[in-house]
């Protein structure tokens, strides 16, 4: 769950990098109130999706969560989102070791990427 301009950068990503159609990818916050169930996908600010999204999740059949920059999630203002109901879970994070709240709700690191091996990927 980004802030509003990754919100915004993550519904073109989804739209380019997906077989969705941008009519497809919704956005919850941000000046708009997109519902899971007008969209397949949903891209949420945080704060809203803390408000929003538990309750709204109770009304879709499948649900993947994935939080952007996850550890914002743990606070005590943001972490009713991480109660979602979900099937899949998943957390990207610059610093997962610092993920001890989130880690439990997410699960454990499954992949790392430094920035050594960025860099060298380009």
Do not use: Y
């Amino acid at each position: 769950m980004p802030t509003e301009a990754l919100a915004r950068q993550w519904r073109t990503a989804i739209s380019r990098h997906t077989s969705l159609r941008s009519s497809e990818i919704g956005l919850l916050g941000a000046g708009s109130s997109d519902t899971l169930s007008s969209c397949r996908a949903l891209v949420a600010v945080l704060n809203t999706a803390a408000d929003c999204l538990p309750e709204m999740a109770k009304t879709v059949r499948l649900l993947m969560l994935v939080a952007e920059e996850c550890r914002r999630a743990a606070a005590p203002t943001f972490s009713r989102v991480l109660n979602t109901r979900a099937d899949f879970r998943m957390g990207l994070s610059a610093t997962p070791d610092r993920e001890q709240k989130v880690g439990l709700s997410l699960g454990n690191v499954v992949f790392t990427f430094s920035l050594r091996v960025a860099r060298v990927a380009g």
